[in-house]
Each structure stands twice: as C-alpha cells, then as structure tokens.
C-alpha cells in the first residue's frame, strides 16, 4: 500500500529554535497534503491544508507565521515550527492525498519536545 | 462548524465480549466517514470507510454503520481480543473528495485476557 515517512520521528529542542519536520509521500503524487497536531489524549486536530505550488490553507488559530509549510513538490510538503515554545510540544501528523485515487494516507507522527 | 464527538471516552471489556464505539457528527453534509486505529505514540491505520451514500462496511470482525440523516456512526467490534486495545478515532470529510478529515477525540478501549 502506499506508504507516508515523516521525519524525524522525535526531536527534542530548546526554547526559541526552529524545527523542520518533513512529510514525503514514497510511491504516489500528493497534490495536497494536511498538517495535523495531537495533543495528549486529544484528537488529531487539522492545522493547514497545502496544495504542491501554492500557499498553505490555514484553519482558524493556527498562526501562519509560527507554522510555514511548504509542498514544492508533489510527494514533499515540510512543516517549520519557528521559535518553538514549550506549548508547541505536540505528535505532528501529516496526510498526504493521493493524485490519482484522491485517497488520504497517514505519516507515522512526529513527537516534538520543547525544552 | 462540524464537531465530532465520540462516547465513551474509554471503554474497558474482558476478553470475548461484543462492543459498540459510537461516534457522532454536527453536519449532516459529509463526503464520507472513516474509522482508524490508533496505538500509543504511533500514527494512524484505516480501518473502515463509509461514503455517505453506503450504509454500512464490514472487514472481518469489525462492521462499522452509518445514518448520515442522524448524524451518527457505530463500530461494531465482534469477539474482541487485547491486540484490539487501542485508541479507536471517527473521522468525517467534510465536503468533497480529497478534503480535510475532521476528527473526534476517540475511544480508548482496553481487552483484557
């Protein structure tokens, strides 16, 4: 079946650094692919949709300048979490949308921790 | 704005037993819904996807139903066994094909042996 990668699948950092979490989607195309974030014992929630060429959709209060997502290519899109807070530790899950089958397939998480 | 809800939050049974995970949704007009498994610390596998115009899917022991008029969705767990344990997420695609999920919070159910 179709696989999704993110890496790194954990990172630790300190407070006010940059982390770059990238989603590669191995055996198909993804037009679109979808930042989530889950919070202990929370549901996934859905940060930004983002089309390969364009800019990212952001939902309603997620800040666009703290979290730029980039998809310049069609099985690349890259999450950066700019000057990271404690409260931005969070499991990082993206999806990337088949082009063809228009199915949605899941990354395996990355874990972020905030020191 | 559509909401997802699921009940119970967490669901305890003993091994053998029959259980249902309900989920139910705000807004009627979905693409489709899907039901995942989720282990500790790990990512997401489907298990089960509606379209909105079906009304129920079956994979082995697992039978999931929709009545998208009500808003609602059950997942049928049939003889549970503790590999079953996991955190049991309801997801609904809101409009059309290829469109975000909208998840609610899950059920975490424990079998124990």
């Known amino acids: ?115 | 704005k559509q909401e997802v809800t699921q009940i119970p939050a967490a669901l305890s049974v003993p091994e053998g037993e029959n259980l249902v995970l309900n989920c139910s949704f705000t807004d009627s007009a979905i693409y489709n819904l899907q039901w995942f498994r989720q282990d500790p610390g790990k990512g997401l596998t489907s298990l089960l996807l509606i379209q909105s115009s079906q009304r129920e899917q079956t994979s082995g022991r697992l039978n999931a139903s929709l009545d998208k008029s009500s808003g609602r969705s059950t997942l049928y767990i049939a003889a549970s066994q503790p590999g079953d344990s996991a955190t049991y997420l309801c997801a609904v695609r809101r409009g059309q094909a290829g469109t975000a999920l909208i998840f609610g919070k899950g059920t975490t159910l424990s079998v124990s042996s």
């Open chain 1, 1 to 115: 079946g179709a696989v999704v990668s993110q890496h790194p699948s954990r990172v630790i950092c300190k407070s006010g650094t940059s982390v770059k979490i990238e989603c590669r989607s191995l055996d198909f195309q993804a037009t679109t692919m979808f930042w989530y974030r889950q919070f202990p014992k929370q549901s996934l929630m859905l940060m930004a949709t983002s089309n390969e060429g364009s800019k990212a959709t952001y939902e309603q209060g997620v800040e666009k300048d703290k979290f730029l997502i980039n998809h310049a290519s069609l099985t690349l899109s890259t999450l950066t979490v700019t000057s990271a807070h404690p409260e931005d530790s969070s499991f990082y899950i993206c999806s990337a949308r088949d082009r063809g089958s228009l199915t949605q397939y899941f990354g395996p998480g990355t874990r972020l921790l905030v020191l």
